[in-house]
């Protein structure tokens, strides 16, 4: 899948128009079991959850349960598993109804990608982009939100994500390549296989310019379809996430020496399939707009967990470890003092990045 020359640049939204004639139908109605997959297994992730393996057989047995997700994206997938679009009788008045219902009509006009392509507009101020830092969860009014149709796809490429999560398994899943993850997709009807527009939206959202969103962070993965090697990984006991070996898995041990039990790994590697279904989750609940999820989650490409990064939170807390909260703990202030806070997204930072007091920075 080695397209790049395809997708560089900006969203076209006709790529996505509804009559094309390679609109998806849904795997139960297209694909049948097939039996000739080894077992997707990379490690021993058994430490703190039950993990979802690939079996050899597909089958009855197999079928996992769904992964949870932000509860707004869930509610939109399961909509659109009840939209059932055949590509033989495919018409307009059809689209526009889907459309529709999938997407409901903003008060006022935003700033689409494809109006983006036509006039860019230049970088923003240090100005712009601080207010923007300090306030990444409101929206600003050259932010860019998703069309009517790349919703729509947006949420059948969600349901397909997260049904393949539950089917791989978490662990397994932060480190699983497309290519792997397409493989499994085909083969197994509990995942169905991804139709052309659905991989034609996933790639460009990983080619696109993120500047246009706002986010100036560098792309760290500029490969699609990189692999992460059995060897290069290793488990974090109790928390269900790996490290790379070598700097990284050092640095955290000897973090968690220092610091002591009142610290866990929240977050450790992720490849690019685990960034891609993180960021449309987050842009699913961020009414589209790609622009203010980029400023809590790095597209897909250019986060950190991919090569060398990881988080940490304070036992027990939960999602309250990614918010501001962890850098009144006990914990972050220890780490404060030891010098192991080399903050990548600080409070002021230009990158178009909330503060991340929970990010460790290792690359």
Partial sequence: MKRRELFTGLFVTSTFAL?????????????????????????????????VRVPVEAGPSAQPSAAPMAEAARTEAAKLDTVRID???????????????AAPAVTQPKPSIEAAKVA????????SILNKVRNFEQEFADDIHLSGDERIIMHSVLARLERAEAFIGHGNYNICS???????????????????VELDF?????????????FMGEKVVDNLTAQIADRDVAKIKYSGQY????????????????????????SGIRSNVKQMHLFLAKTAVSNYNLSKA?????????????????????VGWGVANFSDKFAQTDEFKRMQDLGYVQIRYTEDNRLGVRFEPWHIKVV
């Fill in 178 to 196: 497309f290519d792997y993850l397409l493989k499994v997709a085909e083969r197994y009807p509990q995942v169905g296989a991804f139709g052309p």
């Fill in 202 to 214: 996933m790639e460009r959202i990983f080619f696109a310019d993120a500047t246009l969103y706002g």
């Fill in 19 to 51: 009559s094309n004639a390679w609109l998806w139908k849904y795997a139960e109605d297209t694909f049948t079991p097939q039996t000739q997959l080894d077992p997707l297994v990379i490690g021993d992730i058994s430490d703190t959850e039950s993990v």
């Fill in 120 to 127: 860019r507009v230049e970088l923003v101020d240090d100005t």
């Fill in 294 to 314: 980029s400023r809590s989650l790095a597209p897909p490409g250019h986060s950190f967990h991919g090569v060398g990064d990881f988080d940490v939170g304070k």
């Fill in 243 to 266: 490290v790379f070996r070598g700097q990284s898995e050092q640095y955290y041990q000897k973090l968690k020496k220092d610091i002591g039990d009142g610290i866990i790994l929240t």
């Fill in 87 to 101: 590509t033989a009788r495919t018409d307009p008045a059809r689209a526009e109804a889907a459309s529709a219902n």
